[in-house]
């Protein structure tokens, strides 16, 4: 059963506004959080990561929000550019190595 | 540095061929990953090294799935006799230790006709 979920297929935004992705996980046993960012034909690069203690992280643009009651996580992207067009993918993982992935989110940001 | 590289990054298969696809991870990289990324879906995690030891290869679709990784370094997954529904993206992954932030490679994409 898919444990982390990515609700929407795909998000199109205006360059300069704030692109926001959702993602929503199931299993409580998951403490740590990372989003990845997909190019075609290349493999996902590491974006940004929180772990459950916190409930906010921050990294020049991009800022990611954990709300554990709601199990859920969102990453905001604030001012969005044309590079930002991509896949982003959520993922989560317990205390082991194994890394759950939801199906991904395009975001097109149009000029 | 270098990041973690793939090969073939494109691999064509007929039904019942086997393949086998390499993985480099970046230097020093204790924890190397596979997984494989149906079309529309997220990456599903196949197996998991320490070093040389396969400590996890419980995502494994099948018996005809096996990966090594003989000298802690290179690994390749191979598959046999593949199927069609073994068409996927397999990529590979390595971090500094088990739970650190995985660093993932191209991919090779697989098509078996």
């Known amino acids: 059963d898919q444990q982390v979920k990515q609700n929407s297929p795909s998000l199109s935004v205006q360059e300069g506004r704030i692109s926001i992705l959702n993602c929503d996980y199931t299993n409580s046993m998951f403490d740590y959080f990372l989003w990845y960012k997909k190019y075609p034909a290349e493999g996902p690069t590491f974006l940004i990561s929180?772990?459950?203690?916190?409930d906010k992280n921050e990294d020049g643009r991009f800022t990611v929000f954990l709300n554990k009651s709601a199990k859920h996580l969102s990453l905001h992207i604030v001012p969005s550019q044309p590079g930002d067009s991509a896949v982003y993918f959520c993922a989560a993982k317990g205390d082991d190595y194994k890394l759950s992935f939801g199906a991904g989110t395009t975001v097109t940001v149009r000029a | 540095g270098a990041g973690v590289s793939q090969s073939p990054r494109y691999k064509v298969a007929k039904r019942g061929q086997d393949v086998a696809l390499r993985c480099d991870p970046i230097?020093?990289?204790?924890?190397l990953f596979w997984y494989q990324q149906a079309l529309g879906q997220g990456p599903e995690f196949l197996t998991y090294f320490q070093n040389e030891a396969q400590l996890d290869k419980s995502g494994l679709p099948s018996d005809r799935f096996f990966a090594e990784r003989p000298e802690g370094s290179v690994s390749t997954l191979k598959i046999q006799r593949t199927q069609q529904e073994d068409s996927a993206v397999y990529l590979c992954?390595?971090?500094?230790?088990?739970?650190?932030?995985?660093?993932f490679g191209p991919g090779t994409r697989l098509t078996v006709l």
């Open positions: 929180i772990s459950s203690i916190k």
């Open positions: 992954a390595s971090s500094t230790q088990g739970t650190d932030t995985q660093y």
């Open positions: 230097s020093g990289h204790v924890s």
